[in-house]
């Protein structure tokens, strides 16, 4: 249950002629796994006593690195048997590591008897709290320590230390999954109680929740979302609003039941919004449709004090499929958007006029003003976005941009197109 006792006795412990993928997992080391296998690491190497890299990553209690041997590749049916018994990975408190031992290679390996009382347990630590199990476990009265630790490669938990023990806070999202695979309906009301008790849209515990109910896609789990709308708690009328987003986003559908119903909500949901978070996450659900009656929505809120809205709208108006040109209102929009102070707002904006398909010479301009920006992000978005716009102003900052940073994978796509504006330059031109 100790995860930082288990890395560090396998960094102490890793052979010299190990593979450099094995001691990356030996040293915990997220990154640095996910550079070797961008890199061509064999996600199924084994280390010198033959246990596998994901088995490996498993035993050292690491969700994060076996998350990512999976993605890439790894096969958990190379372990010999079940790496760790559920009630382990249930007390780690981590959802990526149980994930990871429930991926479909390994599902098999526990009876539905196991996967029942690893889902009382979940719920025991859920209830109880983590501070107070671990008070119990350990005996100790001494202070907490608590840190925010990434998970997955999407979701954070905390991370609660004491008496040399480290458990992760993601047991509410453990219990949902176990309950979600084992057949039992939660209730909207439970799953929302789960998410409210750790309320940042990147928690795990907030994310499981959000995603089962958008999933479920029926009246039943939209009517109580559409309630929260005027909830005086702001953090309930986001939960709300962002399981309205995901059951339009989710809905695989021929007749995409509720895009026109979520889209009506959300329209004069943002006219009347006053808090930040919501009406970031009311915009980008607006930024999801087409249309003129989404761009018109989203314009007023391009000069908002909150980047977090601002953001919203420089990627909403970028719903495929694009118009041939934007309007004149949205040109000026996305104009001052890439001059805006924050890094974030620049590169959604940078990004939007790099996919359109307006080929406005302001446009370019305003990207090219950006080779030069502090942010490496916003300078890659404009070398990116001047490709596509078959500007050739992309090649030399591209060359000033040196080459891509390894384990970034969105590097490698925007310098790509650099690639092809020189193919098709000299295509052009009937060069071989």
């Known amino acids: 249950m100790d995860t930082g006792t288990h890395s560090a006795a396998g960094a102490s412990s890793a052979p010299e002629d190990d593979p450099a993928l094995i001691g990356a997992i030996r040293a915990d080391d997220p990154g640095l796994v996910k550079r070797l296998l961008l890199e061509g690491a064999d996600p199924a190497v084994r280390d010198t006593h033959g246990t596998p890299a994901f088995c490996l990553a498993v035993g050292m209690r690491s969700g994060t690195v076996a998350q990512l041997l999976l993605t890439y590749g790894a096969d958990p049916g190379r372990c010999e048997g079940p790496p760790l018994p559920l009630r382990e990975a249930v007390d780690s408190g981590s959802p990526a590591l149980l994930e990871a031992l429930l991926d479909d290679g390994g599902r098999d390996w526990y009876p539905v008897s196991e996967m029942a009382e690893a889902t009382d347990l979940a719920r025991h630590w859920h209830e109880t709290g983590v501070e107070r199990e671990l008070r119990r476990r ?29 458990v992760r806070d993601g047991h509410a999202a453990i219990l949902t999954r176990l309950e979600e695979l084992l057949g039992v309906h939660a209730p909207f009301g439970e799953l929302m109680g789960r998410a409210l008790s750790r309320p940042e849209q990147d928690h795990s515990v907030w994310a499981s929740a959000t995603i089962l109910l958008g999933n479920r896609g029926d009246q039943e789990t939209w009517a109580p979302a559409a309630a929260l709308r005027t909830h005086p708690d702001p953090v309930h009328r986001l939960f709300g609003a962002e399981v309205m987003r995901l059951t339009h986003l989710f809905d695989a559908g021929d007749e995409d039941a509720f895009a026109g ?172």
Do not use: K, N
């Not at 990434?150 to 991370?159: G, L, S, Y």
């Not at 990207?367 to 920006?373: E, I, N, P, R, V």
């Open 261 to 432: 119903p979520v889209l009506d909500m959300f329209v004069d949901w943002s006219a009347e919004e006053t808090d930040s978070a919501v009406l970031g996450e009311i915009l980008v659900g607006i930024g999801e449709h087409a249309g003129p009656r989404a761009t018109e929505a989203l314009l007023p809120h391009a000069g908002h004090h909150d980047e977090r809205v601002r953001r919203a709208v420089a990627h909403g108006f970028s719903a495929w499929p694009s118009p041939p040109v934007f309007s004149a209102a949205v040109r000026q929009v996305l104009l001052e958007l890439m001059r805006d102070p924050a890094p974030s707002v620049r590169w959604y904006a940078c990004l939007t006029v790099a996919d359109g398909r307006d080929r406005e010479p302001a446009l370019a301009d305003a990207m090219a003003a950006l080779l030069d920006d502090a942010d490496r992000r916003v300078r890659l978005s404009a070398v990116y976005g001047l490709a596509r716009h078959d500007d050739g102003r992309c090649v030399e900052a591209a060359r000033r941009l040196g080459p891509h940073r390894a384990g970034h994978a969105d590097e490698e796509r925007y310098l790509d197109e650099v690639r092809l504006h020189e193919w098709r330059r000299r295509e052009a031109e009937g060069v071989q």
């Open 138 to 166: 350990t005996g100790s009265q001494g202070a907490v320590a608590c840190v925010r630790v990434q998970d997955d490669e999407f979701t954070c938990v905390d991370a609660y230390s004491l008496g040399g023990v480290t």
